[in-house]
C-alpha cells in the first residue's frame, strides 16, 4: 500500500534571494524619491509625487513581500474587495465630514 498524505502537500513557493534583494532596493529608491521630493518641492509637487510613488510602493510590498502574487485567485478578490470596502467607507466618512 502506497504512503499517500491525507492532507495534500500545497504548492510552495520560493522567492529568489536576488528577487528579495531586487524588490528591497526598489523600495529604498521609491522611500529616497519622496523624500527627495518633499524636501525639494513642498506642497502639491512633492505631495503628488508621494501619491504616485506610494501606491507602487504598496504594490511591490504587497505582491512580493506577503506573497499575493503566488496566491490563488480568490484570495486576490478578498482582498481587494477589503480594500474596495475600506475605500468605500473613508469615503463615506469625508463625505459626511464635509456636510457637517
Known amino acids: 500500500m ?4 491525507i492532507v495534500p502537500e ?5 522567492v529568489p534571494d536576488r528577487t528579495q534583494f531586487n524588490v528591497f532596493v526598489a523600495l529604498i529608491i521609491l522611500t529616497a524619491i519622496t523624500v527627495t ?4 518641492f513642498p506642497g502639491q509637487i ?4 508621494a501619491m504616485v510613488v506610494t ?5 511591490l510590498i504587497l505582491m512580493y513581500f506577503m506573497h499575493l502574487k ?3 485567485p480568490v ?8 480594500v474596495i470596502m475600506l475605500a468605500v467607507m473613508m469615503g463615506l466618512t ?3 465630514y464635509q456636510f457637517r
Open 10 to 14: 500545497e504548492d510552495h513557493h520560493i
Open 75 to 82: 484570495f486576490v478578490i478578498m482582498f481587494l474587495m477589503a
Open 70 to 72: 503566488f496566491e490563488k
Open 94 to 96: 469625508v463625505v459626511d
Open 55 to 59: 501606491p507602487l510602493k504598496a504594490i
Open 37 to 40: 521630493a518633499s524636501i525639494e
Open 46 to 49: 512633492g505631495i503628488g509625487v
Open 2 to 5: 502506497e504512503n499517500t498524505p
